[in-house]
């Protein structure tokens, strides 16, 4: 079954207190990205990878970072939590053939990060 | 900067009728995506719907339906016969491809409830 998974799904910390939310893909897709969703806000774009070892800053990058040493895992580092990064976060993967071909993406089922 | 607008937070129709969600966005950009997502209780991201911007024919799946306005920069998600399991928060996306990075902008998103 092609899917995105994360781990964990809901996890509370405290303020400074290094975490890291794995994403893993089962689709051989190049392009990873992930997202945190705030009420009112919709999605923002934190971090987005091309291929192993290509990342780059989406909208909202402060405060995170990433790295892609394999094609199908794609972590999410928070290094010093602060409150504000409470939040859900969506890691998604997907292919794109432009010019009308095939696109898929697959998004994984969110955690739920709660920073004390 | 791409920005992506809907204009209703919330939105409530009885069962088997037909609601349309708006969606209007701003790029100076000439080829791009969009997509309508759906987001259940289960905060699992559903792609709904896709539309290529050079494409003129409105794209269709089913029971859903959107309305291009390219000119007029609106992209509406309509979907008729509405089903209880259609109650979710969606949510509209922008994206432009470029140089195999693919820029993908949320809408603050709509939730709709299907009342029986």
């Known amino acids: 079954e092609a899917q995105v998974t994360q781990n964990p799904r809901y996890l509370i910390t405290v303020t400074g207190k290094k975490l890291t939310v794995t994403c893993s893909q089962n689709?051989?897709?190049?392009?990873m990205s992930w997202y945190r969703q705030d009420p009112g806000l919709g999605l923002r774009q934190i971090y987005y990878?091309?291929?192993?070892?290509?990342?780059d800053k989406g909208d909202v990058p402060e405060g995170y970072k990433v790295s892609r040493k394999e094609k199908r895992n794609f972590p999410l580092i928070l290094e010093s939590p602060s409150p504000n990064q409470t939040s859900l976060y969506f890691c998604?993967?997907?292919?794109?053939?432009?010019?009308?071909?095939?696109?898929?993406?697959?998004f994984g089922p969110g955690t739920r990060l709660t920073v004390t | 900067a791409q920005t992506v607008t809907q204009s209703q937070p919330e939105m409530s129709v009885q069962e088997a009728e037909t609601v349309t969600l708006s969606c209007t966005y701003d790029?100076?950009?000439?080829?791009?995506?969009l997509f309508w997502y759906k987001q259940p209780p289960s905060r699992q991201m559903i792609l709904v719907i896709r539309?290529?911007?050079?494409?003129?024919q409105n794209a269709t799946e089913n029971r859903f339906s959107v309305n291009f306005q390219k000119a007029a920069k609106s992209f509406s998600l309509k979907i008729s016969d509405s089903q209880l399991g259609d109650t979710a928060m969606y949510f509209c996306?922008?994206?432009?491809?470029?140089?195999?990075?693919?820029?993908?902008?949320f809408g603050q998103g709509t939730r709709l409830t299907i009342n029986p």
């Open positions: 998604a993967s997907s292919f794109w053939q432009g010019g009308g071909g095939s696109y898929e993406q697959y």
């Open positions: 689709m051989n897709h190049e392009y």
């Open positions: 990878s091309m291929n192993v070892e290509v990342t």
């Open positions: 790029t100076s950009e000439n080829n791009y995506y």
């Open positions: 539309q290529e911007a050079y494409k003129q």
């Open positions: 996306a922008f994206m432009k491809h470029v140089g195999g990075a693919q820029k993908l902008v």
